[in-house]
């Protein structure tokens, strides 16, 4: 079955980078997008981008341009989200969701990854 | 984009139907009749409920159904459940990226 694992939760310093990875598994990697979605605490989700897996071409939210970059690899089908120049509101749970649809920004999710940023 | 707008909460009793609304701008929804519905339990991941406006996904009970008019989406829920206390989130798709509404806390009383 679809099954999109991310990796562990993270405490990062502000001003620091974070790279967070998503390895899907149970259908073709290439065939539909990765999209990133996240989550502050008691707070509603974010649409931060997306990567076409197949050509790597990416689309960001306006808010991300410029600190976040979202890269894949397909030889081991994961997605990687890297935010940079973090700052204490970045924390959150990142979630990447697959959209088998084609017309959603996830189908099928992975489990979320926490990162917390403080000093 | 600003997110799209839902009210913070909902309820009713079992048995009974209600309805989520998602409002938004002719440019939130671009057009397109990509809105998508999802249910999120405390702590988990979000669950893809409807997409497409009206589509269920496998496995989603038919109690669940959506719709749109202008530029208002609507989640409605029949023969509510306990089990269907949850947030539920819309999201849509404005031509270029993606937007959410701010999610609607349904309580079963």
């Known amino acids: 079955q679809v099954q999109l694992v991310q990796s562990g939760a993270e405490v990062k310093k502000p001003g620091a980078s974070v790279k967070v990875s998503c390895k899907a598994s149970g259908y073709t990697f290439t065939d539909y997008h990765i999209h990133w979605v996240r989550q502050a605490p008691g707070q509603g989700l974010e649409w931060m981008g997306g990567?076409?897996?197949?050509?790597?071409?990416?689309y960001y939210a306006q808010k991300f341009q410029g600190r976040v970059t979202m890269t894949r690899d397909t030889s081991i089908s994961t997605a990687y989200m890297e935010l940079s120049r973090l700052r204490s509101d970045d924390t959150a749970v990142y979630y990447c969701?697959?959209?088998?649809?084609?017309?959603?920004?996830?189908?099928?999710w992975g489990q979320g990854t926490l990162v917390t940023v403080s000093s | 984009q600003s997110a799209l707008t839902q009210p913070p909460s909902a309820s009713g009793s079992p048995g009974q139907s209600v309805t989520i609304s998602c409002t938004g701008t002719?440019?939130?929804?671009?057009?397109?009749?990509?809105v998508s519905w999802y249910q999120q339990d405390p702590g988990k991941a979000p669950k893809l409920m409807i997409y497409?406006?009206?589509k269920r996904p496998s496995g989603v009970p038919d109690r669940f159904s959506g719709s749109k008019s202008g530029n208002t989406a609507s989640l409605t829920v029949s023969g509510l459940q306990a089990e269907d206390e949850a947030d539920y989130y819309c999201?849509?798709?404005?031509?270029?990226?993606?937007?959410f509404g701010g999610g609607t806390k349904l309580t079963v009383l």
């Open positions: 999201s849509s798709y404005t031509g270029s990226s993606w937007v």
């Open positions: 002719s440019s939130d929804f671009g057009g397109y009749n990509y």
């Open positions: 497409e406006v009206t």
């Open positions: 990567i076409n897996p197949n050509d790597g071409g990416t």
């Open positions: 969701a697959s959209d088998l649809l084609r017309t959603t920004c996830g189908v099928s």
